[in-house]
């Protein structure tokens, strides 16, 4: 018997989270197509999320997302890393739901910090006390993280493959998600 995934599995959580590399670990291991909505706005745009954040604004961006998770939730079944705001939004929240599962990647903000604090791709993190402007996003955003349908703890010492294995070990607690195929 093998499985089959029946519906997109949405990857949500913070910058750092894990949600790129989790999620193609995840693909893999599923046999299915690893989709970064980022990576899809970028394409679209042909500029980088930071020039998209520069030139056009955080709402232009926010809208490009929404389009783009509405295409890929009802597309052929992936898994697909959302941007950290991603799930923020009510109606982002509505797409997912609507055809998709969403899984809150949870990582406490110690991990966070030591997964991000080198990284220069990070636009909301470009500020005087980069540190200080993730706890205030953290706090923000976890009780809508915490609106997802499932959550997979991570952990400083666990692996991607770890971590993949994980999320495939909640999405069996739901019936609708991976099917089995005789």
């Known amino acids: 018997m ?72 009802r597309g052929e079944p992936c898994v697909l890393s959302t941007g950290g705001g991603a799930f923020l939004s009510d109606k982002n929240r509505d797409i997912i739901r609507g055809t998709g599962v969403s899984v809150w990647l949870r990582a406490d903000l110690d991990l966070l910090w030591q997964r991000v604090r080198h990284k220069t791709t990070r636009p909301l993190l470009r500020t005087d006390n980069p540190r200080e402007t993730l706890r205030t996003l953290y706090d923000a955003r976890v009780p809508l993280y915490a609106l997802a349908d499932l959550a997979v703890d991570s952990a400083p010492d666990l692996s991607i493959e770890d971590m993949a294995q994980r999320v495939i070990e909640a999405l069996r607690g739901r019936g609708d998600v991976l099917l089995k195929d005789s």
């Not at 910058?15 to 989709?35: C, D, I, Q």
């Open 2 to 73: 093998t499985e089959r995934l029946n519906k997109t599995v949405v990857l949500v959580g913070m910058m750092g989270a894990g949600k790129t590399a989790v999620g193609t670990a995840l693909a893999r291991l599923l046999g299915v197509p690893f989709r970064d909505s980022d990576e899809e706005i970028v394409k679209a745009a042909q500029r980088s999320i930071a020039e998209i954040f520069e030139r056009d604004g955080e709402p232009f961006f926010r809208a490009r997302e929404s389009e783009v998770l509405s295409r890929l939730v």
